[in-house]
């Protein structure tokens, strides 16, 4: 099986529509003379205007993982994209001639709801599955289903959660360094805790609940009352 293949299935919509316009924009932005790294740039910059974002995040990563040369691949598929898009419906088992059951939506809006939406994640792992349900859930009474589930699938695929939700422009509080409350860490700065704990292991090795006292200590000596 060909990469190209491989690669029309690298990511899903909500409706054919949408992924009609997909393979049309790899189709306009696969230039003869372009670099990967020109046509990489390109389809995640128009991707978010046009899809959604998320999506060619996903699939230049899809991509560049099956070996080979990723332009390569691309071409195949930019060659012939009404191929690539009857391959696409057809691994979903779906008529390309519905084309008619697109779901629209505006950028703006998507991006005004992230923006709005996306600091309601605590940063933890225990509270991601509650935030994604909610998210989703919103986000699809908004007619926003379709950029949000693909935003989340590829956040997912991330090694950092809250640092991809920062590339978005979405500042998410990450939960305080060795549990310690956020009364502690209000009065000595997330980044002053973060250095104190890199610089002395056996400091960060503590309980998280006798790291909070000596530290609630600490700021007493000083004259900061910390409540509680």
């Not at 989703?136 to 956040?155: K, N, R, S």
């Amino acid at each position: 099986m060909s990469n190209a293949i491989s690669a029309v299935s690298a990511v899903q919509f909500s409706d054919l529509g949408a992924a009609q316009r997909w393979f049309e924009l790899i189709g306009e932005e696969c230039t003869p003379e372009i670099t990967w790294d020109e046509f990489r740039s390109a389809l995640i910059t128009r991707g978010a205007e046009t899809v959604g974002s998320g999506y060619a995040e996903a699939f230049v990563q899809h991509v560049e993982a099956l070996g080979g040369d990723p332009l390569d691949t691309v071409k195949e598929i930019a060659a012939d994209t009404g191929w690539a898009f009857n391959s696409y419906a057809a691994a979903l088992g779906a008529d390309p001639a519905e084309t008619a059951t697109v779901t629209e939506y505006e950028p703006a809006a998507w991006d005004a709801y992230l923006a709005e939406n996306g600091p309601a994640w605590d940063g933890t792992e225990g509270q991601w599955e509650t935030f994604t349900t909610w998210f989703l859930y919103h986000a699809g009474e908004q007619g926003l289903a379709t950029p949000a589930q693909a935003f989340i699938d590829y956040v997912v695929a991330q090694p950092d959660r809250v640092a991809t939700f920062a590339a978005y422009g979405v500042s998410i509080a990450a939960p305080a360094p060795g549990g310690v409350s956020e009364e502690v860490v209000e009065l000595i700065g997330r980044a002053g805790l973060d250095d104190l704990l890199a610089s002395d292991p056996e400091l960060a090795a503590l309980p998280a609940d006798k790291l909070d006292t000596l530290l609630r200590e600490t700021l007493a000596e000083m004259g900061e009352a910390v409540g509680g």
